[in-house]
């Protein structure tokens, strides 16, 4: 049995903070992804997604303009047989904020 291709992957990584999602794009290539996007405003993930049409997401909650909550909403919008793992990054670790994130479509 052969392994997955991760190459082929294409990872979309949201987060307002440059050093951070440099920070997992590093981590992500280290691993062996190489079709990698990283945007640092949320406004134009809808944008993206539908552009480049990733197998996965990557998404901080806190954001300025559109918070990853609402993102994440919008995205389930757009991809409404949530074919896409939207994957929650964030520092938020309460019960009530991961239970509204997942019923955002995490």
Request: no cysteine; aromatic share 2%; glycine share 8%.
């Amino acid at each position: 049995m052969s392994s997955p291709d991760l190459g082929a992957a294409v990872i979309l990584v949201v987060d307002d903070q440059p050093s951070l999602t440099q920070l997992m794009g590093v981590l992500l290539r280290q691993a062996g992804y190489t079709r990698i996007h990283i945007s640092n405003n949320s406004m134009e993930v809808p944008r993206l997604f539908n552009d480049l049409q990733p197998d996965i997401v990557l998404v901080d909650l806190g954001m300025p303009g559109l918070s990853g909550m609402d993102l994440m909403k919008q995205l389930r919008l757009m991809d409404p047989e949530a074919a896409v793992p939207i994957i929650v990054v964030s520092g938020e670790s309460d019960r009530e904020t991961l239970t509204h994130a997942i019923n955002a479509g995490a």
